[in-house]
């Protein structure tokens, strides 16, 4: 049965996706960087560098611009997620929150970003997560499983017992390498790998989640 739930912070409990295009696209143009809305689908799940290599692509910068890119990137999201508030959690995230801690079911975060503590405080959320899996806590980024067997092993709970919530192509991949259940918020196309798609977590309800993994489990 599953005993822990794990969920990506930008795009599955609140849309910081939006903010980090905003500060990706202001690094580019300053920069002169063809960088678009659709180029940043590319982006959802992975790292600070990771992503900057994307945007870069071939051309030449020193490690030290590369450094001065990201710090300044990082400003630009950082003063956007200043205004954050209970008001930014998507959809249907607070009841289902509630409902998993009702039924005892211990719950962490793995995020990339090494600002989702501020970004859970800000949103009020702090309570109903038990552990902080962050940008901070292993070295290999998602799709590597790194990041949501730390929480598991945290949390001290079975990778098996363990269900991932991700809106990330990347953070699908790196949910099925743990041996987890993965739930893909969004569009097939993108998170059309995990067990169970789902278009938000508007109405959706623990109890029925739960019920349907143990149907496919058998
Ligand atoms: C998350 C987001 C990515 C972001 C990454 C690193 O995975 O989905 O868009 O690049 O975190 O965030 P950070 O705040 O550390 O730059
Ligand atoms: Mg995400």
């Known amino acids: 049965d599953i005993q822990g739930v794990i969920f990506d912070l930008d795009g599955v409990l609140t849309d910081t996706a939006e903010y980090h295009y905003r500060a990706w696209q202001r690094l580019a143009d300053e920069e002169g960087l063809p960088f678009d809305r659709e180029a940043n689908e590319a982006l959802r799940g992975i790292s600070r560098r990771a992503s900057l290599m994307k945007i870069i692509g071939d051309r030449v910068y020193s490690e030290a611009q590369i450094e001065d890119m990201m710090e300044r990137k990082n400003q630009y999201y950082v003063d956007s997620i200043d205004a954050i508030s209970p008001t930014d959690l998507l959809p249907g995230v607070l009841d289902f929150l509630k409902e998993i801690k009702q039924a005892g079911v211990k719950t962490a975060l793995g995020s990339a970003s090494k600002n989702a503590r501020p970004v859970i405080e800000k949103l009020g959320i702090a309570e109903y997560i038990d552990v902080i899996g962050d940008g901070h806590s292993v070295e290999r980024p998602k799709p590597a499983p790194d990041l949501f067997l730390f929480g598991a092993n945290e949390l001290g709970v079975d990778p098996a017992a363990c269900v991932v919530f991700e809106d990330a192509a990347a953070g699908i991949e790196a949910a099925l390498a ?22 938000s977590l508007e109405n959706v309800h623990w109890a029925d989640l739960r019920g349907k993994l143990q149907q496919l489990a058998k």
Do not use: Q
């Open 178 to 199: 743990a041996g987890m259940w993965a739930v893909g918020l969004g569009p097939v196309e993108r998170v059309g790998e995990a067990h169970v798609v789902l278009s």
